[in-house]
């Protein structure tokens, strides 16, 4: 190309999404294929989402209220957190983005496990900063190499808990363990996006007393226990004077009114909640006995999803899958070269997975 993209930017290598749907219909003239390679609830979203956003369709000719009041409040509620703690975004990708630019000069470090979700790399980079990154290990974040790598320059780190793609977990112990060493300047972003389905109480959970520490930054998503990955909201919960950067530099209306309406819709419908995460639970459970029973080892998880080790080439695996109409997430571009992640389906499609895969590797 003839015109000179920046320095960091031309390392990014692109996200690559789950494969869509419809690509998959179109590409292999399959219909109906069942997709669990991007996390996503297979139960869709509550009811009450369709009834606020057809109610919120006649406004559609208005810019949506850029402090998104009715959303911010009830999330502010809940948590027991005040509107000033929280920031919103155009899912929690826009948060993570936002936090690299607000806090990263040229040549600032984060912090970050590798593999991480991609898009701590892509953010870091895209705001000119440098990401460093500490190997898992045993395919857990390794806090302790996360402090290490942490230097004058760091002002960020990024952890998550459940971990994507592995879904390990931080206990608490191990995550005072860890905030004890991290200095004061420097800002631990704690990405959430999976912690309604975990079922061990074991697992560190930094709202359970939001704001006790002022470096904890909390980023939850309603893409995946709430089903609204397609409206794209995610929040954060964090010390007001982080929140109030953040703020200042989002776009004005990074949540559009369709995705405020639809969001509060879904926080108030207790029953759909509790019946996805049940949902989850019985498929997770379910998924780890027919694995188990066809010798596979799978890593213990505490989210919507696992990783299961085929001891043979995962991407041929995948592509062998996706000819049978089930999308699954290949580990490779993770460094994971016999891995997949697949996430729970609804009963149906955990069986046709299952069915798919025994075909697949012939046992
Ligand atoms: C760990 C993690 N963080 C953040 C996100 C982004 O979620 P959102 O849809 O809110 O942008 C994802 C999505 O897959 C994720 O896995």
Redesign the pocket.
């Known amino acids: 190309m003839k015109f000179k993209t920046s320095d960091q930017i031309a390392t990014i290598k692109p996200y690559v999404p789950g494969k869509p749907l419809k690509e998959v219909e179109r590409e292999y003239h399959i219909s109906n294929p069942v997709k669990l390679a991007?996390?996503e609830n297979p139960l869709g979203f509550s009811p009450r989402v369709h009834d606020a956003v057809n109610q919120q369709m006649k406004d559609m000719n208005r810019y949506p209220e850029s402090s998104a009041y009715i959303l911010s409040n009830k999330l502010a509620g809940k948590f027991h957190v005040q509107p000033q703690n929280m920031v919103l975004?155009?899912?929690?990708?826009?948060?993570?983005s936002l936090l690299a630019h607000g806090f990263l000069n040229p040549g600032d470090e984060a912090v970050m496990p590798l593999p991480?979700?991609l898009?701590?790399e892509i953010s870091v980079k895209t705001a000119k900063g440098v990401p460093v990154m500490v190997p898992l290990a045993d395919y857990a974040t390794n806090l302790e190499g996360l402090v290490d790598a942490i230097s004058p320059k760091t002002r960020l780190i990024f952890i998550?808990n459940p971990?994507?793609?592995t879904g390990s977990t931080i206990t608490w112990d191990e995550f005072n363990e860890f905030s004890q060493t991290v200095p004061d300047d420097v800002i631990m972003v704690v990405?959430e996006?999976?912690i309604e389905f975990v079922r061990d109480d074991a697992v560190y959970n930094s709202l359970t007393h939001p704001l006790q520490d002022p470096r904890i930054v909390t980023?939850?998503?309603?893409?995946?226990a709430y089903g609204l990955?397609g409206f794209?909201?995610?929040y954060g919960i964090m010390d007001a004077e982080i929140a109030e950067v953040l703020n200042r530099i989002r776009q004005p209306f990074n949540v559009n009114s369709l995705a405020q309406v639809a969001a509060a819709a879904a926080l108030d419908d207790e029953v759909f909640f509790t019946k996805s995460i049940q949902a989850t639970h019985e498929g997770l459970d379910f998924l780890f006995d027919a694995l188990e029973t066809m010798g596979i080892r799978c890593l213990p998880t505490q989210s919507n999803f696992l990783m299961l080790d085929l001891e043979t080439d995962a991407t041929q695996v995948f592509e062998e899958l996706l000819k049978q109409g089930v999308i699954v997430r290949s580990m490779t571009s993770y460094g994971y070269d016999t891995f997949i992640r697949v996430n729970t389906g609804t009963k149906q499609e955990n069986l046709i997975f299952i069915q798919a895969l025994k075909r697949v590797l012939k046992r």
Not at 89 to 96: K, L, M
């Open positions: 991007s996390n975004g155009n899912g929690s990708d826009d948060i993570i991480s979700f898009m701590y998550t971990f994507n793609p990405d996006a999976y980023l939850r998503t309603f893409s995946k990955a794209r909201v995610g």
